[in-house]
């Protein structure tokens, strides 16, 4: 199926701990994003590239750095994890750098105990 | 920056009544405006989206309206049913921001059978 997919669905960990969520689409996109979802449900953009190149760093702490092996990959690496840090991540693609539809993964449930 | 205002946060309607959920934006250069449902456990996903050269568009029972002198813009969905009920979001993102949209803070609707 062609889809945005990313792993793992489910992620507790304890805090301090360093965790990666990662992502892949399969849609021949050239622009990925992570949105940070929390418990009030609003949707906010953290970071997006365009092929492969870093475009958009929201105010995100430095804790968190995506990487970009190639285009249809966008990983979120999350070193020294604090119990704020614990929400719905998802991550999205979309066709270019224009305003085109966003294709969302499932999101990945963290939770920093 | 831009910034997008969504009302009502709730909203519970009958079956078969219509829902009216309204957005403001604050950037005049803003000239996409997509809508996303969100069912519980999945991510957002398009159902509608207008361009800012167009005051209306319709598909089936949802439809989307547009005041560029307002700067605001409506989704409308008419006889609802209980799958209707779900998180929605509007958006709102311009050429020059590489395809960043900016996301309402999402509107529970509850389809009640």
């Known amino acids: 199926d062609t889809a945005v997919s990313q792993t793992p669905k489910y992620l507790v960990t304890q805090m301090g701990n360093d965790k990666s969520i990662k992502c892949e689409q399969n849609?021949?996109?050239?622009?990925m994003y992570w949105y940070k979802q929390d418990s009030k449900k609003f949707l906010k953009i953290m970071f997006s590239?365009?092929?492969?190149?870093?475009?958009i760093n929201e105010t995100v702490p430095n804790r968190f750095s995506p990487k970009s092996p190639d285009k249809a990959h966008l990983n979120l690496h999350i070193n020294s994890l604090e119990l704020g840090d614990s929400a719905v991540y998802f991550c999205a693609s979309s066709h270019g750098r224009e305003n085109t539809e966003a294709f969302f993964g499932q999101g990945t449930r963290l939770t920093v105990v | 920056g831009e910034n997008v205002e969504q009302h009502p946060s709730t909203l519970s309607v009958q079956e078969g009544d219509s829902a009216v959920i309204k957005c403001t934006y604050s950037d005049s250069a803003s000239n996409y405006f997509p809508w996303y449902k969100q069912e519980l456990g999945k991510g957002p996903q398009l159902i509608i989206d207008i361009r800012s050269n167009v005051g209306e568009k319709k598909d089936q029972r949802i439809a989307v309206t547009l005041n560029k002198t307002a700067k605001h813009f409506s989704l409308h969905i008419t006889e609802t049913q209980p799958e209707d009920s779900a998180v929605y979001f509007c958006?709102?993102?311009?050429?020059?921001?590489?395809?960043?949209?900016?996301f309402g803070d999402g509107t529970t609707l509850t389809v009640k059978p």
């Open positions: 849609l021949g996109h050239d622009t």
């Open positions: 958006a709102a993102s311009n050429h020059t921001n590489a395809g960043k949209s900016t």
């Open positions: 590239y365009n092929n492969k190149e870093l475009i």
